[in-house]
């Protein structure tokens, strides 16, 4: 599908493949699709192929490019403060774009395993002044960039690229899918003050804080939606299996036949206390950017949350500044099409080597060297 009208994004997530197609010349005209839960990443490359195959026979055209949305459990953010002297006269956009050049490779050489997906810069100080943006026909003596670096693993980020390119698909560009999301809902929501998006996924909690419209940090926990299935397994005493599909349907108080010897008010109490566990861990990180004071909102969002909603919030202990988000397929997708194609004044576009693909003869030359 080479329409330049036409985005595609793919949200490959730990448990679940999700994909959208989007139109930039007419918003109705979209198609979304997604594929069956799995607990095997092996099984992603299966289920991508089940997407790429309904989309080409919805939309009668071939994909030959996507945009791709990807988080893990491994994934982080870096901070980086640089700065440099100058002549004072006007800044240009070349001094800038040197710092940030220069804190990049500084992450490049101490970060070897990881690919940089995006460049935010939260502050430019100018001659001892601070500036959300880089302000227009400015005189500067000294310069300062304060620098957010969110980094993904790059053994993941090959692996899919492999998996598409099986499939004879280019990526377009990667996005950190909770960062995206964490940029949309704040947007369409219109927050202000401190916010923090908790993503709970199937192994991982991503942390994403703003303030006042910036991102201040990123930060991963290693627990999620698939803890609280091994904790219900553990104490009933039943297979995995049975412990997922019991607890993605606890919040439609779901209850058959096959389930009547368990205990409802034991699944609370088992849920519960897990997942406080990882609101209090994900409480203890925010608190601990000395960035962020005691009044900030959580909200959550992802597929480890839809076990709780907003009628449940009494259950937690310390619920007051507890916020659910139930999200669809479609608000996914969208994140990374506004993302992709959206204007961010904070963040550095990070321009890939344009891909070709290679012809026979070429890849033949390749095979032999």
Not at 20 to 45: A, C, H, P, Q
Not at 115 to 142: G, Q, T
Not at 181 to 207: A, E
Request: net charge neutral.
């Amino acid at each position: 599908m080479n329409n330049n009208n036409f985005q595609i994004f793919f949200d490959c997530g730990t448990s679940k493949v999700r994909a959208g197609v989007l139109n930039k010349g007419d918003k109705i005209e979209t198609f979304y699709t997604e594929g069956e839960f799995f607990t095997d990443r092996s099984n992603s490359e299966l289920e991508i192929k089940k997407l790429i195959t309904s989309i080409e026979k919805n939309t009668k055209k071939y994909i030959d490019n996507i945009n791709l949305m990807i988080d893990s459990p491994q994934m982080l953010s870096v901070c980086i403060s640089i700065s440099k002297k100058l002549d004072g006269s006007k800044l240009r956009q070349g001094n800038v774009q040197f710092l940030i050049q220069e804190a990049k490779q500084q992450i490049l050489k101490h970060y070897t395993n990881y690919k940089i997906a995006h460049i935010i810069i939260n502050n430019y100080k100018i001659d001892n002044i601070n500036y959300s943006y880089l302000p227009d026909d400015i005189e500067c003596h000294f310069i300062s960039l304060d620098i957010l670096f969110v980094c993904l693993p790059s053994d993941i980020v090959l692996y899919f690229k492999n998996i598409f390119s099986k499939f004879n698909i280019l990526i377009n560009q990667i996005i950190c899918s909770s960062y995206a999301k964490s940029v949309n809902y704040k947007n369409n929501l219109n927050l202000d003050g401190h916010i923090s998006f908790i993503d709970i996924g199937f192994n991982k909690t991503s942390i994403i804080s703003h303030i006042d419209g910036k991102i201040i940090f990123l930060d991963v926990l290693l627990v999620g939606g698939n803890h609280i299935t091994k904790d219900i397994s553990k104490i009933l005493k039943i297979d995995l299996e049975r412990s997922e599909r019991i607890k993605l349907n606890f919040h439609q108080s779901y209850k058959t036949s096959n389930d009547d010897d368990i205990s409802i008010d034991t699944l609370k109490k088992i849920i519960f206390a897990r997942t406080e566990e990882i609101l209090e861990l994900c409480t203890k990180t925010i608190k601990s950017n000395s960035l962020i004071s005691s009044d900030f909102k959580m909200i959550l969002t992802g597929e480890g949350s839809k076990i709780l909603d907003n009628q449940n919030e009494d259950k937690i202990s310390f619920s007051d500044n507890i916020y659910f988000l139930e999200e669809t397929l479609e608000d996914i997708c969208q994140s990374g099409f506004k993302f992709g194609t959206g204007t961010n004044k904070q963040e550095v576009v990070v321009v890939p080597k344009k891909q070709i693909k290679q012809g026979f003869f070429e890849q033949l030359f390749h095979f032999f060297r």
